[in-house]
């Protein structure tokens, strides 16, 4: 409930505020749970991508949120309001650097129930514009699940402020294919293709 509050009241004016140019919404699956993997510069990327997503399909259905996976300590460190907020804004917590069982099974059943998970693979906030360099987790669900991987960057010259013109650029999905490699192998090559498609994004927006 209050994400489609958000949607139609923040979203609009996160669109203004942030003069928010969005190109290839159109390579969103119109169906069936999808990881989206954007780089990630500030706080605000969660609401600039979900800004950017709405209305998420071309069709003007935008019922499905975004679920995004959230560091804990934004759930613990920061007060009861803030994590009620955050969960009711459909985030979930994900111990970083560690293998999270609960966070993982909450993702696949996101992706199960048909709906969108949100994910910044890099792991933490990159300003220095660094190349993008994903973590295996998103990889990872994405051959659990059987879910495209969908491609997104964030550019702001300076830094991302009120009135900066903000750029989110969105590219066709990812997927796993047939493979005789190694599970490990197979995962660190989709990380790897993912990682080329947000970093050609990134060039095509510079």
């Known amino acids: 409930m209050l994400y489609r ?46 800004a950017a997503c709405w209305p998420i399909f071309p069709d003007g259905n935008c019922r499905r949120p975004i679920r995004f996976m959230a560091k804990s300590e934004l759930f613990t460190d920061h007060g009861r309001g803030a994590a009620w907020l955050l969960k009711s804004l459909g985030a979930f917590p994900v111990e970083r650097d560690s293998a999270d069982a609960d966070s993982i099974r909450e993702a696949l059943q996101i992706l199960e129930n ?4 949100g994910v910044f693979p890099q792991g933490r906030c990159v300003k220095d514009g660094t190349p993008f360099r994903p973590k295996l987790g998103a990889a990872l669900l994405a051959q659990k699940s059987g879910a495209p991987l969908v491609p997104a960057c964030i550019q702001c010259s300076g830094g991302i402020r009120p009135f900066a013109k903000v750029r989110v650029c969105i590219g066709p999905p990812v997927v796993s294919g047939e493979s005789t490699l190694s599970q490990r192998r197979q995962t660190r090559q989709l990380a790897q293709r993912l990682a080329d498609s947000v970093n050609k994004l990134l060039e095509e927006e510079s």
């Open 5 to 50: 509050i958000a949607r139609w009241l923040l979203f609009p004016l996160l669109k203004g505020v942030f003069r928010l140019q969005v190109t290839g919404r159109e390579n969103l699956p119109k169906s069936g749970g999808f990881i989206l993997c954007s780089n990630h510069q500030s706080v605000l990327d969660p609401c600039l991508i979900g």
């Open 114 to 117: 048909g709906e969108v998970l």
